[in-house]
């Protein structure tokens, strides 16, 4: 079908799909007359699955037959009856092979011994294929069949190549007459959220509809424009919007930095409204949440991309369209790379304990105007110098798992665990998410692509999977002390709008969680405050505090040397002990003004030196002359 009837039977609602991309669809349920070998088989037959690295493994890109001729077939049991309406057909995924199926035909049957053919008018119909690996293909069939089983037969494929594909089947399920215990839905949640995909004009309504129903403890601003002009909206929850509170920690979610990974952007829209239905509701956990928290939500980061994806569709958009910024750049390798400047300042100093930590300035040439940067990732970089974030959360896609810092190897190795400072506390995070995930912590789920991540209880370190120079995660950990990991939210990039409910409720509790961390959970935080200066922190960390002088520091339980020091005010160093409790450990900090700094304010507002500073400068200057030593004065000839 063309792109466009082809976009226009998508967003017609006309069926949703089985489930093949998705899982929900099992391996059982997928049959083939033959196969290769077993990572080729038919349970590698789904829609946008990625291979490994090596051709030849157990995760293999598609489901390739044994034979070449056109007797062999792949079929997939939907276990109901079913109206099926339409196949979506891709080639094998593979970076050393090309194959895949040119023209197929269609069977449907309710036992698997008798079947059915397609027909197209008085003839079998015979439907377009594929033109290359990677393109999804929509093959509407002429008229609904309804069946148990369906099966694609292949007739034609490419000439160098042989019997591959990947698949998708649309289909609706059919009430069953039998079933004595009809429930409303099997799935689902009882949130009443708009579950739909929003574009860019929706996404902006629904923002500004929950603004208006929450004037209160919402706010939208913008942190800058994508490259095509598209603004960067940002959704601000809080009990005082639109500014900094002493003490209130700020936390921030984005989402769509890959425009196709549209999940995020989804929960994100739906966790905005949630809060907000549930504050006016009288939640306590959300009162206390919108309360002892300032929350930042980016739905959208690279929102050209998803421009891009959404008008393809959520079955016909493939592994990559839309997932660069409309310049062509992956914005998750964007970030200043201050990894290789953190190592290289270790190589070099011999005195450990004057490197500094999470506070690593840009480079010049990454902020000159010629630098290959995104505006989309300047903005992004600009909002994390502006708020003084603790903790964020980056959502991504395309698979299951929660990646933690570092997600750049040492030595440039594909990959290696590469841990931070603070691997157990971020282990700690990742968990928190991954294990209050309905899908990730399902002890039976299947992997979805070429990893098994169950074995790593679904987190693992960034730099183990493989290396990211650049990542946001890294940049943010490095450059403004605020802990991030990625979240990689389901298998599939794009989900059908009615897998969207289910998502939902699969990540709900994560991700309210996951913002408690920086309020509820046993603690594992110091919390500096001085009202009336702008201090800087150091352990084993270094970093700037708050403008009003607080300063939030992520930690295990323990005990902790703290020194806070500001230019014109005596350094102060003191023992914090940070205990499991359910709120923050206050660790207090009440600088002396130096002689000079009083001084210099003393003849800015053009007073007197009252007499306690006048001898104080001058036991200094009696000081600073014995430690200068002999003077020696040479003789004029």
């Known amino acids: ?292 928290t300032r929350i930042h939500l980016l739905p959208s980061m690279n929102p050209d991309g998803y421009e891009m994806a959404y008008k393809k569709g959520s079955e016909l958009s493939g592994w990559s369209l839309g997932r660069f910024s409309y310049e062509g750049i992956d914005m998750n390798h964007n970030f200043a790379d201050l990894n290789t400047i953190m190592w290289d300042a270790i190589e070099l100093e011999t005195d450990k304990s004057k490197l500094i930590n999470h506070y690593f300035p840009i480079p010049e040439y990454y902020t000159s105007e010629d630098a290959m940067v995104a505006p989309e990732t300047r903005a992004v970089i600009s909002w994390m110098q502006t708020i003084p974030f603790v903790l964020s959360a980056n959502l991504h896609g395309g698979e299951l798992v929660v990646t933690y810092p570092f997600d750049m190897t040492k030595d440039w190795a594909p990959r290696e665990h590469t841990p931070t400072p603070d691997e157990s506390f971020f282990r700690w995070l990742a968990t928190v998410y991954a294990s209050t995930n309905h899908v990730m912590s399902n002890p039976d789920r299947r992997p979805c692509h070429n990893e098994d991540f169950l074995r790593y209880n679904n987190i693992i370190n960034g730099a183990n999977w493989h290396t990211v120079p650049g990542s946001m995660n890294d940049f943010s950990y490095l450059h403004t002390n605020c802990f991030e990991v990625t979240v990689e939210l389901s298998c599939d990039k794009f989900p059908h709008a009615s897998e969207l409910p289910i998502e939902w409720e699969s990540n709900k509790e994560s991700l309210l969680v996951y913002m408690e961390q920086v309020t509820l959970m046993p603690f594992r935080m110091i919390k500096t405050i001085n009202r009336q200066l702008q201090n800087e922190l150091k352990m084993f960390s270094y970093t700037v505090s708050a403008f009003d002088g607080d300063f939030w520091r992520l930690l295990n339980p323990g005990n902790y040397d703290v020194t806070v020091t500001a230019e014109g005010y005596f350094p102060a160093t003191r023992s914090c002990r940070v205990e499991y409790e359910h709120y923050p450990t206050i660790c207090d900090f009440h600088l002396t003004k130096t002689p000079k700094q009083r001084l210099r304010e003393i003849l800015a507002k053009g007073g007197k030196i009252p007499k306690d500073l006048q001898l104080r400068l001058r036991q200094l200057r009696i000081r600073k002359l014995r430690f200068r030593g002999p003077v020696s004065c040479p003789f004029l000839w």
């Open 1 to 292: 079908q063309s792109g466009r009837e082809g976009r226009k039977y998508l967003k017609s609602g006309w069926c949703p799909p089985l489930g093949l991309e998705s899982l929900k669809v099992k391996d059982s349920q997928i049959q083939a007359s033959s196969y290769k070998r077993m990572g080729l088989g038919p349970h590698r037959g789904r829609l946008n699955i990625q291979s490994g690295v090596e051709d030849g493994d157990i995760y293999d890109g598609a489901w390739c037959a044994q034979y070449e001729d056109q007797n062999q077939w792949v079929q997939i049991d939907a276990k109901k009856l079913t109206r099926f309406t339409a196949v979506i057909l891709q080639g094998r995924g593979s970076i050393w092979s090309l194959d895949y199926v040119e023209t197929f035909k269609v069977q449907v049957s309710n036992d698997t011994i008798k079947w059915k053919p397609c027909m197209n008018g008085t003839e079998e119909a015979v439907f377009e294929g594929n033109k290359d690996s990677d393109t999804p293909v929509l093959a509407i069939l002429p008229k609904p069949a309804v069946a148990q089983y369906i099966r694609i037969n292949p007739q034609t494929w490419f000439k160098n190549g042989t019997i591959c594909l990947r698949a998708e089947i649309m289909g609706c399920e059919l009430p069953d007459p039998n079933n004595i215990y009809p429930w409303q839905a099997e799935e689902g949640t009882k949130d009443k959220l708009d579950f739909r995909h929003h574009n860019y004009k929706e996404m902006r309504k629904l923002m500004k509809s929950v603004n208006e129903m929450c004037p209160d403890i919402t706010r939208i601003y913008s942190i800058g424009k994508s490259y095509m002009g598209l603004k960067l909206y940002v959704m601000e929850i809080s009990d005082n919007p639109g500014k900094h509170e002493l003490g209130e920690p700020e936390f921030r979610y984005v989402a769509g930095m890959h425009g196709n990974e549209v999940l995020g952007r989804e929960l994100l829209l739906n966790l905005m409204e949630y809060i907000c239905q549930e504050y006016k509701r009288g939640n306590e956990r959300i009162v206390h949440l919108v309360k002892e």
